[in-house]
């Protein structure tokens, strides 16, 4: 299995922009289909965004669909989360997952399930 560590969150006003990075160990984060969630306080964890394999196939949460995108970079075993037009109600803790079964648009549905989780990291957004 791999293991995943997030980082780029922070403070940021409402309006402005972030880049989240999850960096993957092991040789064989290809395989995995990967995907971003987060956790607002006192809220469920919620599926944000997954991409496939490969990146030819993303799939995205209608609440952020239009202002973030994600991306992978297999050569690099990372994969990116970039935030624009950021709201207060994007304030959470961002977690990166990978799961080797699910496809991108049922990654939101597998989310007990998924094989691996990263630590989270904290996007703070202003208003």
């Known amino acids: 299995q791999v293991q995943l560590v997030e980082s780029g969150g922070g403070l940021v006003q409402a309006g402005g922009s972030l880049r989240l990075s999850c960096a993957a160990s092991g040789r064989t984060f290809s395989t995995y289909v990967m995907g971003w969630f987060r956790q607002a306080p006192g809220k469920e964890r919620e599926f944000v965004a997954a991409?496939?394999?490969?990146?030819?196939?993303?799939y995205y949460a209608d609440s952020v669909k239009g202002r973030f995108t994600i991306s992978r970079d297999n050569a690099k075993n990372t994969v990116y989360l970039q935030m624009h037009s950021l709201k207060p109600e994007d304030t959470a803790v961002y977690y990166c997952?990978?799961?080797?079964?699910?496809?991108?648009?049922?990654?939101?549905?597998?989310?007990?399930?998924?094989?691996?989780w990263g630590q989270g990291t904290l996007v703070t957004v202003s208003s």
């Open positions: 991409i496939s394999r490969t990146g030819a196939t993303t």
């Open positions: 997952a990978a799961d080797r079964i699910t496809t991108p648009q049922g990654m939101g549905a597998r989310r007990r399930y998924l094989e691996v």
